[in-house]
């Protein structure tokens, strides 16, 4: 075979991956970014399985629900990232109203009022999760690094609105979540370190005043972390089951669909907040770390897509999303594990639901249009 023969066939050969390569980049997707979501989302489908009985009914509709996220994913990633800051303002502003409008006209499910029906029905609380991080990033594009103590008031109170409607429905979880997602923004900005300690010091008498404004269950919440042993068949129930099943997993687990706990019915919420009690029981240690693994490079991809953002807004906004998407993970397993109490997050694109998977994906389509759009933007 003459050589110019085999430079045709390896030619041949390689010419599909550059026509990929072109199309992900027309498309404004990160590869090593889109990949690492496929494979947890794929591992959270063989987990929910499990949890939810072996139903393939349950199964293909949170397969429907993972793919309306990939597509809002791939739809947010053409808009470039100046467009999405002119029109932050405007989504935050619109997303308040909502929020005010839950609370009044909202509809009331579990004892909460936190959705709205607009002929669909959803949470406006999801919307801030996103708006809230780019309003803060928004307003210090055009401000000094690290900000000022005048501007320091203005984004605390940027984050205080939609935090405290958000309370008040009472959804305290999402509250909170919130709450970081808008004070990882301002700590990224560069918070001198005498404001940290003293946002740690005034965090302890804040959370003597947060007591009293909070619900009988959530009270009850943090008592039950203390001790759960002290009520085992009412508030610490979960909990407990929830421990004999990270526990009884072992370094391999039980096996797919083997586990007691979750098969048995003994673990409750085991397809939505606990589903990682069922992945600890039936793929032990080993399934456990997959999981996080696959999650910190997740979280490492988009703060290397931070670092390589060309102006503050797109630095700070994709900063705020990978590292909230960190907090989301660490609650929702600290929650899992007893460190923590009971605050109703899921587990990242592995718990049944859809809108806070595609609010969590078109936060990733955010990360991938700051990344293919940074060559546009001015230094």
């Known amino acids: 075979m003459r050589l110019n023969d085999t430079q045709r066939i390896v030619g041949n050969k390689a010419a599909p991956l550059s026509d990929f390569a072109r199309l992900m980049r027309g498309l404004h997707i990160d ?16 987990v929910l399985y499990s ?19 990939f597509a809002a994913m791939l739809v947010v990633a053409q808009v470039p990232p100046d467009v999405m800051r002119r029109w932050t303002p405007w989504a935050y502003a619109g997303g308040l109203v909502l929020l005010v409008l839950v609370l009044t006209t909202g509809v009331v499910g579990q004892g909460a009022r936190r959705w709205l029906d607009l002929g669909i029905r959803f949470q406006p609380s999801e919307i ?3 708006a809230v991080p ?21 984004l605390f109170g940027i984050i205080a609105a939609p935090t405290l409607l958000i309370a008040k429905q009472p959804d305290l979880g999402t509250a909170l979540l919130i709450a970081a997602s808008g004070l990882i923004v301002i700590v990224l900005a560069g918070l001198p370190i005498r404001f940290m300690v003293a946002l740690m010091l005034a965090a302890i008498p804040g959370a003597f005043v947060l007591w ?5 269950y959530q009270k009850q919440r943090v008592l039950t972390l203390l001790n759960p042993d002290s009520d085992p068949l009412g508030a610490g129930y979960n909990i407990i089951q929830s421990k004999i099943a990270i526990g009884s997993g072992g370094l391999f687990g039980k096996g797919w669909t083997n586990g ?18 069922v992945l600890a029981e039936e793929f032990g240690l080993l399934g456990v770390l997959t999981l996080l693994s696959l999650y910190i490079l997740v979280i490492g991809r988009g703060l290397y897509i931070a670092v390589q953002a060309r102006d503050t807004f797109s630095r700070l906004l994709a900063g705020s999303i990978s590292l909230t998407f960190f907090v989301y993970v660490f609650v929702n397993t ?7 109490p009971v605050v109703g997050v899921p587990l990242p694109l592995v718990s049944f639901g859809g809108t806070s998977m595609v609010t969590l994906m078109a936060g990733f389509g955010i990360l991938m249009s700051i990344h293919s759009h940074r060559k546009l933007l001015p230094h």
């Open 31 to 46: 590869g090593p970014l889109l990949g690492l979501l496929l494979l947890i989302c794929a591992f959270g489908l063989a």
């Open 51 to 69: 949890a939810v009985g072996e139903s393939m009914r349950l199964t293909m509709n949170q397969l429907i629900r993972v793919g309306v996220a």
């Open 128 to 130: 801030m999760k996103l």
């Open 134 to 154: 780019m309003m803060g990033a928004w307003y210090l594009h055009h401000r000094p690094i690290p900000p000022r103590a005048s501007h320091l008031l203005f």
């Open 212 to 216: 009293n404004f909070m619900q009988d």
């Open 260 to 277: 007691s706990q979750a098969q048995l019915e003994f673990l409750p919420e085991r397809d939505t907040d606990f589903i990682f009690a």
């Open 334 to 340: 600290a929650m899992v594990s007893g460190l923590v």
